[in-house]
């Protein structure tokens, strides 16, 4: 058990240094808001439509709703870590470009500490920022000289969660998430000529955010026949109001955009300093996160086969965030998954051993622009591989579509695929031959 933990918290250490200060994104509409929102789940969730509400396995974790984690073996110990790729391609009626990112995606554990109350502990990215955007104007009194505007954002929130769910009575689980919230978002805005012997105008925002966080789940378990279950979900996630600052600086630099790099790999040569910085203040920024409501159910036969379905609701449309609250809408999310083991019990057969899942999704999303909401949509798959003794592996890829090209809007079509290997052992097991 010793090596165990210490293999264990080496992976943590490690996987901790790589999820803070990595851009994993590329998407212009992160410059709104708090970027991109994920709470899409592990390798099972994602594989299924990222369903998470009702879904309740024993040998996985489900943080999303920390009732579920009541449903592993009062003995066991679940260990889960995961990483991710997107290849990503944005495009205009004009012109298109691609990117491709690699990184952590989550780590978390498992484990009873009673028999009606069960624990888990994680962290995982709650919101990535990531965009770099370029426009070009003529400047009429200038004649032949251009503005060059760009954008550049990094940063994102990161999350540590401590799940908690308690057996009321049988079928009838309740969770708690505690949650902490942390992380900055950097905004770089750069004004240049296209001539040289000029000067770049950079407004830098480094906006510093953290709070405490909370999530309620209830799931309701039970079999309608020997053969046949259903499982009822709810969570609802409050408002979050972030204890934010902001670190503003002005500054006037060469012209490095004629040099064709990027605005950090151009701050990091303190020598190009030498001009004059403009001012330098710090503000608090009122960043919000709206309350959110989940439903949902599983149902299906025991052992063989998972259909499920869930529903979430969260109102951006009255949220002041960033100083901003014009861009917002109500944002409608609906999952559908699906999980298939041919023979969950075969001895000969691994191919029946293997647990087949797929899904969709859609999602309104939180940001409009003339009144055109930027939507999100996708297909997922994936397979489960078993190990041994419940340890799996989980790969799972999906396609989606974000935005439209209408109306001078950028559309992103993006492939996400990944795996988490998820370790299962009876820690908790007293063998009775030393």
Not at 334 to 355: D, V
């Amino acid at each position: 058990m010793i090596k165990k933990l210490v293999i264990i918290s080496s992976i943590i250490i490690v996987s901790i240094n790589l999820t803070f200060g990595q851009s994993i994104t590329n998407s212009p509409y992160t410059r709104y808001g708090i970027g991109e929102i994920d709470r899409s789940g592990f390798g099972l969730n994602r594989a299924m439509g990222n369903l998470s509400t009702g879904l309740r396995k024993q040998n996985q974790i489900n943080f999303l709703n920390p009732a579920s984690i009541s449903a592993q073996d009062t003995m066991s110990f679940i260990f889960d870590v995961g990483i991710s790729g997107t290849s990503k391609t944005l495009s205009t009626n004009a012109l298109s470009t691609e990117y491709q990112n690699f990184y952590f995606d989550h780590l978390a554990i498992s484990f009873p500490i009673q028999r009606w109350w069960f624990t888990s502990i994680g962290i995982v990215p709650y919101s990535r920022i990531g965009y770099n955007i370029q426009t070009q104007e003529l400047i009429p009194e200038l004649d032949t000289v251009s503005a060059i505007y760009n954008h550049y954002g990094n940063g994102g929130i990161n999350q540590v969660y401590l799940a908690n769910s308690f057996v009321i009575f049988k079928g009838l689980s309740l969770g708690l998430n505690l949650s902490y919230l942390f992380g900055s978002l950097e905004q770089y805005n750069i004004l240049s000529l296209d001539i040289p012997k000029s000067y770049s105008a950079i407004e830098i925002n480094k906006i510093s955010l953290n709070k405490f966080s909370y999530d309620i789940g209830v799931q309701y378990d039970r079999m309608l026949s020997e053969k046949y279950f259903l499982t009822l979900g709810l969570v609802y996630s409050n408002k979050i109001k972030f204890n934010g600052t902001n670190a503003s600086t002005t500054l006037m630099a060469e012209n490095f955009i004629l040099y064709n790099i990027n605005v950090l790999d151009y701050l990091a040569l303190a020598s190009n300093l030498a001009d004059t910085v403009t001012s330098s203040t710090a503000d608090n920024y009122n960043v919000e996160i709206p309350s959110k409501l989940s439903m949902g159910f599983t149902t299906g036969i025991k052992d063989k086969l998972t259909f499920g379905v869930d529903f979430s609701m969260q109102d951006w449309s009255n949220i002041k965030t960033l100083n901003l609250n014009d861009n917002f809408a109500k944002d409608l999310s609906y999952n559908f998954g699906i999980e298939y083991i041919p023979n969950k019990f075969a001895l000969r057969n691994y191919f029946k051993l293997i647990n087949y899942r797929a899904g969709f999704y859609y999602n309104t999303g939180y940001l409009k622009f003339d009144n055109e909401q930027i939507s999100t949509y996708g297909i997922t798959f994936g397979v489960g591989l078993p190990i041994t003794n419940k340890t799996s592996i989980n790969l799972f890829g999906s396609y989606g579509q974000r935005g439209t090209e209408k109306g001078g809007l950028i559309k992103e079509e993006f492939y996400v695929f990944g795996l988490n290997l998820t370790l299962y052992d009876f820690w908790f097991y007293k063998s009775k031959i030393q």
